[in-house]
Every structure is written in structure tokens, then in C-alpha cells.
């Protein structure tokens, strides 16, 4: 397969990870996380914290092809999906995206 071939499969990937973004309202789901948090509703942020977890499991499987590409044709300049990632910030004790 050539790199043109995988760099399009690799952005129609990225492209669907970024349309369920915003179609599971993944921000808001972070915010209702740290809000049921705060409140100690245990119930909602487990709830919450599983959809984060099945989240963040989209993001590193793209993530580990970003990387397989990179390693063979680091020219190709792929878009990082880490962005997309949520991760927990301990100093400030919230959840947070990988900025």
C-alpha cells in the first residue's frame, strides 16, 4: 500500500474521531464528570468515568497507528489525536483534555 493510500485511510480515521467528538459531546461529558465529582455522586462520575475510559480507548488505538505511521514515514506530518484524549490532572484534581 503506498504512503497516500495510508495517509487517507489514517484522515478518514482522524475525521471520524473528531465527528463522534462532537456527536458524544465528549467536552460536556468531561465538565458533567468534574461537576458529579465535586458533588460526590459516585454513581454518576463511575458512570461518567467509563464513558471517559471507553473514550480515551478510541483516541490511543488511532493514537498507536499515528505512531506505526510515524515510525515508517515520519514525512507525512499526520495530525495527533492525543488532543482528543482526556486526562486526569492530579494538581488541580480535575479531568481534563491533553493540551
Known sequence: MDTEELSKRYMEKYNELAKKFEELEISNLVEKLN???SRSDMAKTNELYDKVLEWNAKVEKLSGAKIALD????YLRLPSPALFG???DGEEKIW???T
Open 71 to 74: 515510525i515508517q514515514f515520519s
Open 86 to 88: 482526556v486526562t486526569f
Open 35 to 37: 461537576n458529579a465529582i
Open 96 to 98: 481534563r483534555f491533553n
